[in-house]
């Protein structure tokens, strides 16, 4: 199984806000996948920009590392979330205290709730 079969990656458009679904692994095979797939993002400079990890099964450090540097990249100028919920993904990022600088939800409509400007 190749890098990009292992992992899923999907943008939904909500207000002025962009969600990264992600799904499968994220490792060090699949990360170059996923912060490809945030530059992109990134180069449209959203207003507001969620990452969705629900569908992650598995989350390595290269993900947790991935995560920081977006935050540091969007710094005051955006606004910037996660979602996950699980031993997969939200335990490594609560286990490395990133939920005191990462804005970490349980669920997307939480996230989108707090991060989405008025309509």
């Known amino acids: 199984m190749s890098a990009t079969e292992s992992i899923t990656t999907a943008v ?12 499968g692994v994220v490792d060090l095979a699949t990360g170059p996948v996923l912060q490809e797939a945030i530059d992109d993002l990134l180069d449209t400079r959203p207003a507001a920009l969620i990452i969705d990890l629900s569908g992650v ?7 947790l590392q991935i ?3 977006t935050h540091e990249r969007l710094g005051a100028a955006g606004r910037f979330a996660v ?5 997969a993904t939200s335990r490594p990022i609560q286990l490395t205290r990133l939920d005191e600088v990462i804005a970490l939800y349980p669920t997307l409509d939480e996230a989108l709730r707090a991060h989405t400007g008025p309509n």
Do not use: Y
């Open 67 to 69: 995560l920081v540097a």
């Open 12 to 23: 939904d458009h909500r207000g002025d806000t962009t969600v990264l679904r992600v799904g």
């Open 57 to 63: 099964d598995f989350l390595a450090s290269i993900g």
């Open 83 to 87: 979602v996950a919920d699980g031993p």
